[in-house]
């Protein structure tokens, strides 16, 4: 519609027809808004030379406008991605499965982006929703945790280089010796 317009304005003989060419094969993704301004070039080349040069421009300008800016938003508003990536997609999907690929990557990316959010994304978010906070501090499962241990107000005693053998003179240490209960605040 933008080409045959365009056209028309500028007087272009066979407009209409020019501009269904490059419609019609806008339709292969990635080369056919390129492959039918060539073929509107050359037909304009054929028939009316001296326009060759407006539609050649007109052809490279609304190929632009369409593939940089016009389809990936409507291409996003449809399937809920980012336009930036409907281009990436796209783009992947051609350099490694041709037109194909083109056609099929970005519902199979939304697809994919689908189940990571359902199988991921979400569960993963639900789980940090569910922790608790205690004075700044995660608290995953009150019933796991065991009593709080409180250390004692003073320093333990240091104990006496004992060596690998024991003591020095081949007693044992006492571990038994009363030790100081901890303090709770």
């Given at each position: 519609m933008l080409n045959f317009l365009a056209m028309a304005v500028l007087g272009v003989p066979n407009a209409?027809?020019?501009a269904f060419i490059i419609g019609l094969t806008t339709t292969i993704p990635m080369i056919g808004?390129?492959?039918?301004g060539v073929l509107a070039v050359l037909i304009t080349l054929m028939a009316?030379?001296?326009h060759t040069l407006a539609v050649a421009l007109i052809a490279f300008l609304v190929q632009q406008f369409e593939g940089n800016i016009l389809a990936p938003r409507v291409m996003s508003q449809r399937v809920g991605l980012e336009p930036l990536l409907v281009i990436v997609y796209t783009a992947v999907g051609f350099v490694m499965f041709g037109v194909v690929g083109a056609l099929i990557?970005?519902?199979i990316m939304k697809t994919v982006h689908i189940l990571l959010v359902?199988?991921?994304i979400e569960p993963y978010t639900d789980s940090l929703r569910s922790v608790?906070?205690?004075e700044g501090l995660p608290v995953i499962r009150?019933?796991?945790r065991p009593n709080r241990i409180y250390l004692p107000a003073s320093p333990p005693e240091p104990r006496q280089n004992q060596g690998?053998?024991?003591s020095a003179g081949g007693e044992r240490p006492n571990n038994n010796a009363e030790r100081p209960a901890p303090q709770r605040p």
């Open positions: 209409a027809i020019l808004g390129v492959l039918g009316a030379p001296e990557a970005v519902p359902h199988l991921v608790r906070t205690e009150e019933e796991a690998l053998g024991g």
